[in-house]
Every structure is written in C-alpha cells, then in structure tokens.
C-alpha cells in the first residue's frame, strides 16, 4: 500500500475472492427497495472462464478494492476480440462495476482496469457492458427511484458522477418504458393483425408448453444475431453460447408471453419473449435458490399482474413490414386474458426510433435511463486519471 492512501485494489485470483466479487452489491444495497439481486449461480456461471463460452474470444480480470481492511468495490474488464474485429474499435469493456461513495475507492478501481486494458494495446475503454449483449450492461443515469428488474443494472445515484469526474464521457445511451395492459384490445390492432397476416403469409406459433417451443430455440437466435447486427456493441452469439442459453433458459419459458411469428415455410420470422416479473422474488429470494428461494420465484410466476419483455427480434427482410405491430398485438391478447396490468420494456437504444414507436400506440412512460460511457486515451500519455 502507498503511505497516505487506505485504498488497496486486488486482483482476484481464487474461487474465494471470486464469490466475494459476486456478494459485494449484496451488502452495498442491502434492503434497497429498487435493487434487484441477481442469482448467485448464474454470476458464478457468467465470471468462471470454464464455464462461460465467451471465454472462447474474450480475456477478462477482475479486481476488489480494500478500503481500510473492508471491500469498497469492484470492477471487471474485458477485451471482447470479436468486437474489435468487427467495430474496429481497440476498446476494452468495464462491468460488474459497484463501489461506495469516495473518490479514492473509485479512482484506484478504474486506474487498474485502465492500466491492464491500455497494457493489453486497447486505446480506450466503455461500460457498463459483459461478454455479451445477453449479459447486463448500462449505467443508470435516470429512475434511481424505480424497481430494477432482473435484466438491468440497478446502481447508485452518485455513479455517474464519480465516473464523468474520471473523463467518462456518453456514447450511448438505453431508455427504458412501463408499459399499462388495455382493458380490451382496440379493434384497430385487431383489423392490423388480419392485414399483416395475409399480406406477410405469417402466423403465430401456437404452443402450450415450453417444450413446444424448443424446437424453435436455435432459430431463434439465430433470427436475433441478423437483427441485432446493426445495433451499438453487439457481437453475434456463437452456437456453443446459444446451446448454453437455450439449456439455461428456454425451459423456464412461458409460453402465454412467448411469442414466435412463423413464415409461410414454418420459418421463425421474429419473436418476442416476456416472463412475469421475478423483481420482488428476487428480492426476497437474496440471489440463491435454496433451500427457500425457488419458493418465492415459483409463486411470482404463478399469478403475476407484471411481465418483463426480456428480448426481441424481427428477421431482416421482415423489418417495417408490420410484424413487429403483429407480435405486440399477440403479446397484448395473452397480457389481457391473463389479467397482467403493465409491462417493463427493459432497454431499448435510444436512437432505435423502430422499437419505441410500438409504445404510442400505449399508455406508456419513458421512467429509466442508462448509459454506456467512454474514455479514450493516446498509447503516449496513457489513461487520463484527472478529475
């Protein structure tokens, strides 16, 4: 430790250290009534290089910072190499970024993943972002009073500060809506339906089960790595990570708020996938499933009067042709006849003018922000650590 200063930041580099990575927020935000916890399994799953198929192009470190003796905060950084081959951009990425409020704390943590990124010949660095775009990423930078949910990150109010004080700058930004349920579906969606369905010769999957819809697992994403391409970050899914995710995932599927759209050759055409709002469970749950856990995630499923819209997508050739009018109009039938009240959109870019267009259509209000920062540097001078 240099004399004067309390904060020491260490790399992690056992198992140990790791779980204690993964616990840190659950003391930072303890009993915040807008945090959601995540699952401790599925952080463990994501941060282990023997689990995590993304490890097959990325390098990543992860570093705790001890202020007086106690953990202050932490911080990953990750040099995605498919991103850099396909934006052109050295960038590293920062994630799993918490830390109390002092500036010495937060400086000492960003001067680290700086210092290994710039070591590493990247010329500069942004976050909040993961492996992947499956993995959470942007900085709340608005709506430090609404409940997280389990796809976002929920951080402090002073977050922002400290890193626009370290020369972070904006380089893009997500919003993200609630959504309020009709009572009734107006007929005008409905005689768009009918149009769209004849024009495009499309059909909703009808499943009754998660396992009816497995089938079309694979397909799915690979609909989404087309449509998605275009979009700020993002790296397509390779078929190990897709296999992962299906195995994770696909069997807590709800088909009610799972919506597939087929092609006149029984082709997916687009998607959306919506799940009740685990929010509260999660909370009460303090990211582990047992021994009682499951119990308060299985109860939220069972009745809930919110839903999540996790992910979605519509194939390329299909895009401004109405499908995705027809998706949220099937998403909407099965939110009414199952009594759900409203829906989170979790984040949407904020220049994705497409998306956003479906909630004029809704009583919706814009309620969170956040923010993928940016700080670059010359290999001459380094990062800049100036405030």
Known sequence: MIPGVRTFIKEVSSRKELKQFIRFPFSLYANHP???PPLIFDELHTLRRDKNPAFEYCDASYWLAYKDGKIAGRIAGIINHRY?????NQYARFGWVDFVDDPEVVSSLFGAVEQWAMARGM?????????????HEGMLVEGFDELGTLAT???HPYYPRHLESLGYVKDADWLEFEVKIPTQLPEKA?????IVKQKLGVRALEAKNAKQILPYARELFGVLNQAFAPLYAFVPLTDRQIDMYVKQYFSFIKPDFTKILLDANGRVAGFVIGMPS?????QKARGRLFPFGFIHLLAAMRKPKSIDLYLGAIRPDLQDKGADA????????????NGIVSAESNIELEDNIKVQSHWKYYDARQHKRRRCYLKKWSHLTGPRMGH
């Open 153 to 155: 990150i929920y951080n």
């Open 84 to 88: 850099i081959e396909k934006w052109g």
């Open 190 to 194: 409905e005689r768009v339906e009918r």
């Open 34 to 36: 807008c945090w959601v």
């Open 123 to 135: 010329t500069g660095i942004h976050g909040p972002l993961g492996f992947t775009d499956m993995d």
């Open 326 to 337: 027809l998706l949220m109009t099937e998403m909407t039938r099965s939110a009414i006849a």
């Open 278 to 282: 685990l929010s509260r469970a999660l």
